[in-house]
């Protein structure tokens, strides 16, 4: 089925130019700023890199960037890792929440109230925690990956509205991975929902699984796991591998097209 494919692959397209924008945006929290088309430039090359073993790699490369397009490697990697933090904070409540329309031998007896009840109350605890343990994540994160890092302090208002706007991911790569599931499976694939949760869940796994380059082959094992209740083993399994190769060649044919049409970094002055 041609038509969900091409609808899930735009959708997926315009999802991850909504988080460059945001990335982008966030820079003035840093005293920095970046064109639009700069930004997209380094992002999607940039963002290659996470499957190289390592998660320093695609910082470093970051960092790179950023200097040929002349704005700060510390703004620019601090924006992207806080993006990161405040996805998975986001991608975990959304699990949460919608853990429900899973199958119970998933999730066992969750009660749908008390779902909702904990992932508000982690959306709030994100909203005023993450800006007041700045100094705390910039010792501990610089550390970590052994160059200066800088948090923001945003506003209680600019993080609402961030956190907000860090929502909207998810339930984009969850309608598009229901409508890549229409495309390869026909009348077998999940429904709109299930198909949302067990995405979201299975991204949020490869995302801990900090050893994973990109998360593989935990995303994917965590799919089968969270899908084989609904559609059966085989066709999770096919699903799983069929979605990771159909989003790394969307990548990869993006980024190409980015490369095209943006062949250089500009700096923040033109």
Do not use: C
């Not at 130019?17 to 982008?24: D, I």
């Not at 119970?104 to 109230?113: F, I, Q, Y």
């Not at 990869?252 to 970094?265: F, K, M």
Request: a positive charge.
């Amino acid at each position: 089925r041609p038509l969900p494919l091409l609808a899930a692959s735009a959708l997926t397209v315009l999802t991850w130019f909504l988080l460059v924008r945001t990335w982008s945006r966030s820079l003035r929290w840093w005293g920095d700023s970046l064109p639009f088309g700069a930004a997209i430039r380094i992002w999607f090359i940039t963002n290659l890199s996470r499957f190289v073993p390592g998660a320093i790699w695609q910082f470093a490369h970051v960092s790179a960037e950023a200097l040929s397009a002349r704005i700060s490697p510390v703004a620019a990697t601090g924006a992207i890792l806080f993006q990161q933090v405040v996805l998975l904070g986001t991608g975990i409540a959304l699990t949460v929440s919608l853990a429900p329309v899973l199958p119970m031998s998933v999730t066992g007896t969750t009660n749908p109230v008390l779902a909702l009840g904990l992932t508000s109350l982690g959306v709030l605890a994100a909203i005023i925690l993450l800006p007041v343990a700045a100094p705390t994540l910039e010792r501990w994160t610089t550390r970590l990956l052994k160059r200066d890092i800088k948090w923001p302090t945003p506003t209680r208002r600019e993080m609402s509205a961030y956190v907000g706007t860090l929502v909207l991911p998810w339930i984009a790569y969850g309608v598009a991975f229901w409508l890549f599931g229409l495309a390869l499976l026909g009348d077998a694939a999940p429904s709109v929902l299930p198909a949302a949760a067990v995405f979201i869940g299975s991204y949020v796994a490869g995302i801990i699984a900090v050893f994973a380059p990109g998360g593989l082959g935990v995303r994917e094992a965590a799919m089968v796991i969270l899908l084989s209740p609904i559609t059966g083993p085989a066709p999770a399994l096919l699903l799983a591998i069929a979605s990771r190769l159909w989003l790394v060649a969307l990548e990869i044919l993006t980024a190409l097209g980015v490369l095209a049409w943006h062949p250089r970094t500009v700096s923040s002055s033109e």
